[in-house]
């Protein structure tokens, strides 16, 4: 079941620099989408969504783009800190009768950001 | 910030064994979820929760689960004959709403370790 794809497991950037981190997905239907960051030995932190009905979400220091019509998300962090190594995970709802009930997940890329 | 509580951090189990992996979600939030990661594995929705009664499970979630909320607190999953293939990472979390458009994002636990051997 690939229908989240995150095809880098990795990425390492300088701290200051921007980080992306991509997401695919194949499954048409979904239309709610989500970034967790995850630290060792703790539980998926919500990061930062966006809704099929726009194009780009912008909170801070992180921004999520979406493109529809190629099936392809991506975080930005800019700038990016020390503090933002984790594992970033791409998840996916089709809503129903909510988001929330069931999220697809990609499997993660491990960030890590360099002093 | 109030956040969502799991234990034990670890459960190591035989096989067959009865396990049961309690949750304490955020007092304010109504809806309830539990999740797991099978190492080096997606993270796999296995049920959700609200008023009283489950909203939609997975294939994962067969008769060997069952989940319940006993008290005005906790959250609890309950696996009655546990296998090899059940250790995992066990993610409870829990919501306000069901999100629909909102931002009402899921808040996980640290999770559950669980090791069948």
């Known amino acids: 079941d690939q229908q989240v794809k995150q095809n880098s497991p990795s990425l390492s950037v300088q701290e200051g620099r921007i980080s992306i981190l991509n997401c695919d997905y194949t499954n048409s239907m979904f239309d709610y989408f989500l970034w967790y960051k995850k630290y060792p030995a703790e539980g998926p932190t919500f990061l930062i969504s966006i809704s099929s009905i726009k194009d780009k979400n912008e909170d801070g220091r992180f921004t999520v783009f979406l493109n529809k019509s190629a099936k392809h998300l991506s975080l930005h962090i800019v700038p990016s800190q020390p503090g933002d190594s984790a594992v970033y995970f791409c998840?996916?709802?089709?809503?129903?009768?909510?988001?929330?009930?069931?999220?697809?997940w990609g499997l993660g890329t491990s960030l890590a950001v360099n002093p | 910030e109030p956040e969502v509580t799991q234990t034990p951090s670890h459960q190591v189990t035989q096989m067959g064994q009865e396990v049961i992996l309690r949750c304490v979600p955020i007092?304010?939030?109504?809806?309830f979820y539990w999740y797991r990661q099978i190492l080096g594995q997606k993270v796999e929705f296995l049920v959700s929760f609200y008023n009283n009664e489950i909203s939609e499970k997975s294939e994962i979630f067969d008769d060997q689960f069952s989940v319940e909320r006993p008290d005005g607190s906790n959250f609890t999953l309950k696996i009655r004959s546990t296998k090899l293939e059940d250790s995992a990472m066990y993610f409870c979390?829990?919501?306000?709403?069901?999100?629909?458009?909102?931002?009402?994002?899921?808040?996980f636990g640290n999770g559950t370790r669980l090791t069948v051997t």
């Open positions: 979390a829990s919501s306000v709403s069901e999100g629909r458009f909102s931002n009402s994002p899921l808040h």
């Open positions: 007092s304010n939030h109504l809806y």
């Open positions: 998840a996916a709802s089709a809503s129903r009768a909510g988001n929330n009930r069931k999220l697809i």
